[in-house]
Nanobody
């Protein structure tokens, strides 16, 4: 399995971006998928997740502003980010979780994800 994230960039506060993640490998539809973010010197932080039935989960800091979605026909995951704030500035990583029976319990835990993309930088200017 390989993950390729793209779609980050520089945007002004209040703007929008939609990073995407391409999953290469078999049985994408059976994986839970997550987005995490990280700033220098900080731990990786959970942002959003979506299970194989497209049930979604969000951190409190992005709830109501971000929307995670998936297209199983294209092996893609998207993170629509609206009303961006300077504190959303980070490298954003997509990740794949290969134990669907545990996803509801463990989607918050970065260490439980089996595969990671390389990250895409999002910078929000004030």
């Amino acid at each position: 399995v390989q993950l390729q994230a793209s779609g980050g960039g520089l945007v002004q506060a209040g703007g929008s971006l939609t990073p995407s993640c391409k999953f290469s490998g078999p049985t994408f539809g059976s994986y839970g998928m997550g987005w995490f973010r990280q700033t220098p010197g900080q731990e990786r932080e959970f942002v959003a997740a979506i299970d194989w039935k497209s049930i979604t989960y969000y951190s409190d800091s992005v709830k109501g502003r971000f929307t995670i979605s998936r297209d199983n026909a294209k092996n893609m995951v998207y993170l629509l980010m609206n009303s961006l704030k300077p504190e959303d500035t980070a490298a954003y990583y997509c990740a794949a979780f290969n134990r669907p029976w545990d996803f509801k319990k463990d989607y918050l835990k970065s260490g439980e994800y089996a595969y990671w993309g390389q990250g895409t930088q999002v910078t929000v200017s004030s």
